[in-house]
């Protein structure tokens, strides 16, 4: 089915560790987003590309870094895992900048011990 | 203070009853966005709208832009309809602010 795929859906890392989220969509969109979801908290925004070979910070981007390589993937990173980044993690396409055919990922499921 | 502000943060209804989740914003935007998420954890949009009123199914969402007000009402309400619902709204520029959610329960 057409759509956006996150890979893993459940991970444990420790401190430290170092990890990589992929988010895949094959709906031609040019944006893509990266949220993490915390109990209490609405979604809040990592980072997002505007199109292929872009990236750009969002509301809470420390710790994280990501990748735009090819349009349909986009990379969130962890170079070294806290604790207080122990989330449900979302990925999400759409079509422009609008938030036209806004799509998510089933989410990723982090704990850091 | 949060620039998208939701009520009520839970709602519980008997089946078949008329629901409407508010979504108020301080901000200049250009479209709003409300969201379903399941209690498995998927999310799924349900209108972007800019203006006016749009109408899927038993799901109605009006915008008043002056007001800085949206609602979404869900008519005969069904107990498959208990999930998360979440506005978000864009603002000007690429930053989509998304509200905590209102936690819908709807009883047999």
């Known amino acids: 089915n057409a759509g956006v795929t996150q890979t893993p859906k459940f991970r444990v890392l420790k401190t430290g560790q170092s990890m990589t989220l992929l988010c895949a969509q094959d709906m031609n969109h040019e944006y893509m987003y990266w949220y993490r979801q915390d109990p209490g908290m609405g979604l809040r925004l990592i980072h997002y590309s505007v199109g292929e070979g872009t990236t750009a910070k969002g509301e809470v981007p420390d710790g994280y870094n990501v990748s735009r390589l090819k349009k349909q993937n986009f990379l969130l990173g962890l170079e070294s895992a806290a604790p207080s980044q122990t989330s449900v993690y979302f990925c999400?396409?759409?079509?422009?900048?609008?938030?036209?055919?806004?799509?998510f990922g089933s989410g990723t499921r982090l704990t850091v011990v | 203070k949060n620039e998208v502000e939701q009520s009520p943060q839970n709602l519980t209804a008997q089946e078949g009853e008329f629901i409407t989740i508010n979504c108020s914003y301080s901000?200049?935007?250009?479209?709003l966005h409300w969201l379903q998420q399941h209690p498995g954890g998927g999310i799924v949009s349900l209108f972007m709208l800019s203006s006016g009123k749009k109408k899927h199914g038993r799901l109605i969402a009006t915008i008043n832009i002056q007001e800085k007000h949206s609602s979404l009402h869900i008519t005969a309400s069904h107990p498959r309809d208990s999930a998360v619902y979440i506005c978000a709204v864009k603002e000007y520029g690429n930053k989509l602010v998304f509200g905590a959610g209102t936690i819908l329960r709807v009883k047999s």
């Open positions: 901000v200049g935007i250009s479209a």
């Open positions: 999400a396409s759409s079509y422009n900048g609008q938030g036209q055919g806004y799509t």
